[in-house]
Every structure is written in C-alpha cells, then in structure tokens.
C-alpha cells in the first residue's frame, strides 16, 4: 500500500511539472503572437503607396474590440484590388491572417514576428476557393518608422506561376 501510494504522489508530481513546462511554451508562444499582433496595430491609419506602379489606398484599423485588425485595400483606376480584405488576429498561439481576394478565394497564413520586431512574415497554410484568379501565397510586412511600411507578397497566377511583389506605403493620416 505505501508503494502505491509514492508511485501515486511520483506521477501526480511528473503530471504538474510537464503541465507547467507546456504552459509556460504556450505562455511564450501567446506572448510572440500578441507582441506580432500589438506591432500591426501601430499602422492603423491610412496609407498609399504603389504595387506593380498601380497607386493602392489602405486602411488599416482595429475591430471587434481590439481583437482583429481590418486591412483593406483599394484602387482608384477601377483595377485590383477593388476592395480586399486581410483580416489579422490572434488564435490561441498563433498570429493568423485571412485574406479575402477579389479573386474569390481566401488564403489563410500564420505569422512570425521577426527578431528585431520590425518585421512580420506571414506563411501560407492554404487557400478556400477557387484559384483560376490566382491567390495570395505569402505576405511580410516590414515597419520602416512609424509612417512607413514595405508589403512584400507573392501572389500565384492561375496557372501556377509565382510573381514577386512588393510596395512602399505612407502613412497619410
């Protein structure tokens, strides 16, 4: 019986020291998704900039009481992007983005801030719809100062073809 019951105090003990060790991974983790997620709500305002020379106005601003941040994206010469949207926020560990295309689809990627906190990288986990328009592959926004960023994409072409992009925005209010 008093063997049983130190095998039992032994595991209870292992039990409550892994618990921990995971808590505190996830505590980390959480912690990196919410500095990644507090660092892109900095460039709520609105910004314009160039993708490709075609002039694109973003606003970007905080919803749902501060849990989702709404990037939309806009032309003035009636081309792409009509009216996209990337929607930003934290799911448990992860720093996650959706972006609703104006091809029809949506591309769901994760996010990594980078060491020096100035950048965030998002990968590609996959994309809901159809992709004949094509579809936003990857994404990594680099905070110049507090009134510029740099968006640096890849956007796959219907027929598989990956194309580089990148734009240089300015804080216009």
Same mark, same amino acid.
């Given at each position: 019986?008093?063997?049983?019951?130190?095998?039992?105090?032994?595991?209870?003990?292992?039990?409550?020291?892994?618990?921990?060790?995971?808590?505190?991974?996830?505590?980390?983790?959480?912690?990196?998704?919410?500095?990644?997620?507090?660092?892109?709500?900095?460039?709520?305002?609105?910004?314009?900039?160039?993708?490709?020379?075609?002039?694109? =106005?973003?606003?970007?601003?905080?919803?749902?009481?501060?849990?989702?941040?709404?990037?939309?994206?806009?032309?003035?010469?009636?081309?792409?992007?009509?009216?996209?949207?990337?929607?930003?926020?934290?799911?448990? =560990?992860?720093?996650?983005?959706?972006?609703?295309? =104006?091809?029809?689809?949506?591309?769901?990627?994760?996010?990594?801030?980078?060491?020096?906190?100035?950048?965030?990288?998002?990968?590609?986990?996959?994309?809901?719809?159809?992709?004949?328009?094509?579809?936003?592959?990857?994404?990594?926004?680099?905070?110049?100062?507090?009134?510029?960023?740099?968006?640096?994409?890849?956007?796959?072409?219907?027929?598989?073809?990956?194309?580089?992009?990148?734009?240089?925005?300015?804080?216009?209010?």
């Amino acid at each position: 019986m008093r063997k049983l019951a130190i095998l039992i105090i032994l595991i209870a003990t292992a039990a409550v020291v892994v618990a921990q060790d995971n808590s505190a991974k996830s505590a980390s983790a959480q912690s990196d998704a919410k500095k990644a997620f507090a660092k892109l709500k900095t460039l709520a305002g609105s910004w314009q900039g160039k993708v490709m020379e075609i002039p694109i =106005d973003f606003t970007i601003r905080a919803a749902s009481s501060g849990s989702a941040i709404v990037h939309e994206g806009n032309t003035s010469g009636g081309g792409p992007p009509k009216h996209e949207i990337t929607m930003f926020y934290v799911d448990g =560990d992860r720093l996650r983005a959706t972006h609703y295309c =104006d091809a029809g689809n949506r591309s769901n990627m994760e996010g990594k801030l980078s060491a020096d906190g100035n950048a965030i990288a998002f990968s590609f986990l996959d994309v809901v719809g159809p992709t004949r328009g094509g579809y936003l592959k990857d994404m990594v926004l680099t905070m110049v100062d507090a009134d510029r960023h740099i968006v640096a994409f890849t956007f796959v072409m219907p027929d598989g073809k990956p194309i580089p992009l990148r734009g240089e925005f300015q804080r216009t209010k």
